[in-house]
């Protein structure tokens, strides 16, 4: 195996869900490796992957808790973006999509 299809093997693998029943198979380290490095542009995607990796836990399961708290980060983010440098000029408006 070449290095560049086990660096695609590896990146599909931490895409997809668990399967069915494998509920203790999914750990706080695996949402974390979701969660990474997230930006604004990237945050509401990275939402939807942790919500469908804890969706079958139950609430109490440490992963659950940690996704849970993670997208609330991630939707905070994905709507309101990040601040940085300087505020806007006088007059400059927000994009609409962040609009809310």
């Known amino acids: 195996m070449t290095d560049s299809s086990h660096m695609t093997d590896q990146a ?3 895409q ?3 399967e ?3 509920a203790d198979a999914v750990s706080v380290t695996d949402v974390r490796r979701l969660m990474g490095a997230s930006t604004p ?3 509401l995607q990275l939402r939807d992957r942790i919500a469908a990796l804890i969706a079958p836990l139950p609430a109490e399961h440490p992963a659950h808790i940690e ?3 993670e997208i609330a ?3 905070a983010l994905g709507f309101s973006g990040e601040t940085r440098g300087q505020a806007g000029e006088p007059g400059e408006h927000r994009l609409p999509s962040l609009e809310r």
Request: net charge neutral; aromatic share 6%.
């Open 41 to 43: 542009h990237f945050a």
């Open 67 to 69: 996704g849970a708290r």
């Open 73 to 75: 980060r991630l939707e």
């Open 12 to 14: 599909q693998a931490n």
């Open 20 to 22: 069915s029943g494998a």
């Open 16 to 18: 997809e869900p668990p």
